[in-house]
C-alpha cells in the first residue's frame, strides 16, 4: 500500500521551500498504510511511497530470548542437539518408528513411563520437522547407505543465544508457518459432491481439464488466502504501533471489519456477512501462526458455531459484554512477531522505521529528521532523544539547532518547544539565555510564562509580530492544510476592533512565510472583513519582494 506524499508549494522562501516535504504531508489514514498516491495513476503506484509508522522493538537480544522461549522453537532445538553425534533416520529425513516415542519424551510431550500418545509423537515429528527445514539437522547417508543426521553448524551459536543466528532461524521458521497457514484444499466439498453424483468414468482429456481446473482452484484459493493473511498482519502492524502500551489487543471482529468495511462507511447486512467470512477464514490461520510466538492467540469459540444446523457466527447482530466479545477471537501481535512482520514488509521494499531510528545523533540531526521524514512519530523521536539527558545542556543544545529562516525553521522551532516540554523546568536557565534572541525570543517568553514564571518581559512589537508569523507558519506547515485546525488558530488571532491597522503592520514582518500565512488567514477567517484585509496584506507582502 502506497502513502501519499503532497508537495507544499506555498512557501515563499525561495525553491528550497517550495519542494520541502513536511511530516504532516501524510495524513493519519497515510501512515496506517491506505492506498493513495498524488498525482499518480496506476501504472505509477509501485513507485509511489510505501509507509507504515515506526514501531518500538526491544534489543534484539530480548527478542532473540524470547523467540528461544517459542515451545515449538525450542523443541527444533532440542531435537538437534539430541541428534548428536548422529541419529538414523528414513529416506525421507523423519524419525524412525522406534526414535519417534523417545523424542515427544524427550520435549515433554509425553509421559516417562507408559504408552506414548499419537498427538505427542505427531508434535515431536512436526518439531523434527521444523529442524530439518532450518539446517539445525543436516541429513546425509553413510557409505553403508544408512540415511543419518547430525547437528548442523547454527546450533551451537543458536544454543548460546546468539542474537542474529536465532533470529534469523525464528524468522524463518516464521516464514514456513506463514506459507503453511495458508494452504488450501484441493477442492471445495461441494464441487467434490457434485462429481461423485455426476457418476461415469470422465475420459483421459476430460480428466486432465478437470485435474488442471483443480490445480488452478487450489492455487486461486490459496493465493486469495495468502493476500488475506498478509493484510491482516499488516493492519495488526501499524494498529499496534499506535496502541498504548496494554492496549494492543484487537477483536477478531474488529480487525476483519478493517479489512472488509470501506474507510468511514458503517458495516451493512452483507458487509457484516463479509466480515464473518473473514474471521472464519483468519482462525486457523492466525493459531497455526501463535505457535511460532508471532501472536498471542484466543481462537474463536467453537460453541458459537451451532454444529446442528451447519451455521457460522454472525457478528455485529447485537451488542456483546467483553467476555461474550472475546468467544469471538482476540488476537495481539507480540515483539517478535512486530519484528518478523517488519523484516518482512522492509524484504517487500516498505518504509518501515523504528522509533528512535532519528534520535542517534545531535539536535540538528534530530530535528532535521523529523523535519524531513515523511514517515515519523514526532513526539516519540524527541521522547528518545531527551531520555538520559541533562536538561540545561540539552535545551542549549536544541534552541541552537531551532534557528534558521529556511523553509523548516517555523517548524524546528515549535518541535522545540515540544521537546523543552519534555525537558520541564529544570531547562529554565537556558531558555532564559535566548530572551533577547530575534527568532526564539517570542516562544522563549510564552514558554515561561506557560511555565508559571511571573518575571517574563513582554516581547516588544516587532518581535511579538514576528512570533505570530512563525508560530502560524510552524502549524501550517505540521496541519499539512488541515482547513479545521487551520480555522480554530486565525480565529484566535489577536485581530479585533482595527483590522486594517494589524494587518498592515503584520505583511511588513521580514519573516519567509509571511505572505503564506496571510493568505491562509484570508482564505480561512470566517469574519469576510477580516479575510478581506487579509488577502490585501498578502498582496502586498507578494509585492515588497
Avoid at 467476555?323 to 521494499?349: H, K, M, N
Amino acid at each position: 500500500m502506497a502513502g501519499r506524499r503532497r508537495k507544499n508549494g506555498g512557501a515563499s522562501a525561495g525553491e528550497g521551500a517550495a519542494e520541502a516535504v513536511l511530516p504532516a504531508d501524510l495524513e493519519l489514514q497515510d501512515l496506517y498504510g491506505a492506498f493513495a498516491a498524488h498525482g499518480l495513476d496506476d501504472e505509477d503506484l509501485d513507485d509511489a511511497a510505501v509507509l507504515v509508522p515506526p514501531v518500538k522493538l526491544p534489543a534484539e537480544q530480548e527478542l532473540a530470548e524470547q523467540a528461544k522461549a517459542v515451545p515449538m522453537f525450542g523443541y527444533a532445538l532440542a531435537l538437534a542437539r539430541w541428534a548428536a553425534p548422529h541419529r538414523t533416520v528414513d529416506e525421507f529425513g523423519d524419525l524412525v518408528e522406534e526414535d519417534r516415542g523417545p523424542a515427544a519424551r524427550l520435549l515433554g510431550l509425553a509421559p516417562a513411563e507408559g504408552e506414548v500418545p499419537e498427538e505427542a509423537e505427531v508434535e515431536a515429528l512436526r518439531a523434527w520437522s521444523l529442524a530439518c527445514d532450518l539446517d539445525l539437522v543436516e541429513l546425509g547417508t553413510t557409505k553403508d547407505g544408512e540415511h543419518v543426521a547430525v547437528p548442523g553448524p547454527d546450533l551451537e551459536p543458536a544454543e548460546q543465544g546468539d542474537p542474529d543466528t536465532v533470529l534469523e532461524l525464528w524468522l524463518t521458521a516464521a516464514g514456513i508457518v506463514r506459507e503453511l497457514a495458508v494452504e488450501a484444499d484441493s477442492l471445495p466439498e461441494e464441487e467434490a459432491g457434485e462429481e461423485e453424483e455426476a457418476g461415469g468414468e470422465p475420459t483421459p482429456e476430460e480428466g486432465r481439464e478437470e485435474d488442471e481446473d483443480g490445480l488452478n482452484e487450489v492455487e486461486e484459493a490459496r493465493d486469495a488466502a495468502a493476500e488475506l493473511l498478509d493484510e491482516a498482519l499488516q493492519v495488526l502492524y501499524e494498529t499496534t504501533a499506535f496502541a498504548d502500551p496494554g492496549n494492543e489487543t484487537v477483536p477478531l471482529g474488529v480487525l476483519a471489519a478493517l479489512l472488509v468495511v470501506p474507510e468511514g462507511e458503517e458495516p451493512s447486512e452483507e458487509l457484516l456477512g463479509d466480515i464473518t467470512d473473514v474471521m472464519v477464514a483468519l482462525d486457523p490461520m492466525l493459531g497455526d501462526l501463535a505457535e511460532l510466538g508471532l501472536l498471542d492467540y484466543r481462537p474463536i469459540d467453537p460453541e458459537l458455531f451451532d454444529e446442528e444446523e451447519g451455521e457460522e457466527p454472525v457478528v455485529g447482530e447485537a451488542p456483546l459484554d467483553e467476555e461474550e466479545s472475546a468467544r469471538f477471537g482476540l488476537v495481539r501481535l507480540t515483539p517478535l512477531g512486530q519484528y518478523g512482520i517488519r523484516q518482512w514488509l522492509l524484504e517487500d521494499g516498505y518504509d518501515a522505521p523504528l522509533v528512535g531510528d532519528l534520535a542517534q545523533g545531535d539536535a540538528a540531526e534530530l530535528l532535521r529528521g523529523v523535519c524531513e521524514s515523511a514517515n515519523v512519530l514526532p513526539e516519540e523521536e524527541l521522547r528518545v532523544w531527551v531520555a538520559g539527558r541533562e536538561p540545561v545542556p540539552a535545551a542549549r543544545e536544541l534552541l541552537a539547532a531551532a534557528r534558521g529562516d529556511d523553509a523548516y525553521g517555523p517548524l524546528r522551532r515549535m518541535l522545540c518547544v515540544s521537546a523543552l516540554n519534555l525537558l520541564g523546568a529544570e531547562a529554565e536557565p537556558a531558555v532564559r539565555e535566548v530572551l533577547d534572541d530575534p527568532e526564539l525570543g517570542g516562544s522563549a517568553r510564552a514558554w515561561l510564562s506557560a511555565l508559571g514564571a511571573t518575571d517574563v518581559p513582554v516581547p516588544d512589537r516587532t518581535m511579538a509580530l514576528w512570533t505570530v508569523v512563525d508560530t502560524f507558519a510552524a502549524q501550517l506547515l505540521d496541519s499539512g492544510g488541515d482547513a479545521a485546525l487551520l480555522r480554530e488558530l486565525v480565529t484566535d488571532l489577536p485581530v479585533k476592533g482595527d483590522p486594517a491597522a494589524w494587518f498592515g503592520e503584520l505583511w511588513r514582518v521580514d519573516h519567509p512565510y509571511t505572505a503564506d500565512v496571510l493568505e491562509a488567514i484570508g482564505e480561512l477567517h470566517t469574519d469576510r472583513a477580516v479575510a478581506k484585509e487579509a488577502r490585501k496584506a498578502a498582496f502586498k507582502a507578494r509585492s515588497k519582494g
